[in-house]
């Protein structure tokens, strides 16, 4: 069986973040350290996050 697609959630478990962290790092917001961001964006390439244009509103 294939595994799920990867999503926030999963992203937040592996940097250690909440998932406003996360959908803050993708939209670009300055509201996150940079300590997290790199942490966030590390956890990313690591697992092959992908963003769903579908779940964008």
């Not at 406003?20 to 996050?49: C, F, H, M, W």
């Given at each position: 069986?294939?595994?799920?697609r990867i999503t926030i ?49």
């Amino acid at each position: 069986m294939a595994r799920s697609r990867i999503t926030i959630e999963d992203v937040a478990s592996a940097a250690g973040v909440s998932r406003q962290t996360v959908s803050r790092v993708i939209n670009d917001s300055p509201r996150v350290s940079a300590e997290a961001k790199a942490r966030i964006e590390q956890a990313i390439t690591a697992l092959g996050y992908v963003p769903s244009l579908a779940a964008r509103s």
